[in-house]
């Protein structure tokens, strides 16, 4: 998959309200107005299989599933994702710009339900072997900021039930793949109003993209 007409593949990850779909959905019309082609998804879901497999997730009447069913149905709607939507995407030269990704495991069901970064990163090099996002935008945010803001939209989903140990373990884990990872981390400091939170995604934005060009990346 390499080479210069590949696509870009960025994520978009942060605990519940940390504000990741607003400002995907900024970026998204902004790279759309500047003529770029563009593909949005997300996890879980981005395919039909996918989103039926969220809605089983998501759906608080199923409560509690073992922590392994859990990752396990994670991954299998990411494997139909990836080779039904964002392996072709990217193929095409498409630019996909994903809400979540494989981040959100290592934080939600590794640190969150304690599953450990090992078993996560066992299925992550198995299903998708040296693929990974080019850019992670991390929406950092206090946790209960987050909630606030989440809940404020009415009843909460099966995950959104967590208490505030399970989010706060999961935006420690974020923070920490952000510290010790590859450099393609971005941490948006996502306490911040609308603006501000969309005027530090522009420079990180652009930032990068002139990074790409200098490395005379022929995909810019
Ligand atoms: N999951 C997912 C896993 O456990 N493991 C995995 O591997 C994957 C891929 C997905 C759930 O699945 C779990 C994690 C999740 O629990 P979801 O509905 O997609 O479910 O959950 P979220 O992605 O968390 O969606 P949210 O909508 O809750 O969060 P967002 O997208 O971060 O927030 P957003 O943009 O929708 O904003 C939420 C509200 O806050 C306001 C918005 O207007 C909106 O009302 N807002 C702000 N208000 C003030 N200031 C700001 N800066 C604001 N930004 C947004």
Known sequence: M???????FITFEGIEGAGKSTQLERLRQRL??????????????????GEQLRELLLDPRVGAMAAETELLLIFAARAE??????EPALE????VLSDRFTDASFAYQGAGRGL?????????????GDLRPDLVFLFDVPVLTGLERALARGKRDRIESEDMAFFERARH?????ARSGSGRYQVIDAAQGLDAVGAEVDLAW???????????DGSV
């Open 2 to 8: 390499k080479g210069s007409t590949r696509g870009r």
């Open 32 to 49: 759309h107005a500047e003529g770029r082609d563009v593909l949005v998804t997300r996890e879980p879901g981005g395919t039909p299989l």
């Open 81 to 86: 994702h990836l080779r039904a939507v964002i």
């Open 92 to 95: 095409r030269g498409v630019w």
């Open 116 to 128: 450990g970064a090992q078993r996560v990163a066992a299925l992550e090099n198995w299903l998708q």
């Open 173 to 177: 884990a974020y923070l920490e793949r």
């Open 206 to 216: 652009d930032a990068w993209v002139r990074k790409l060009a200098c490395k005379g």
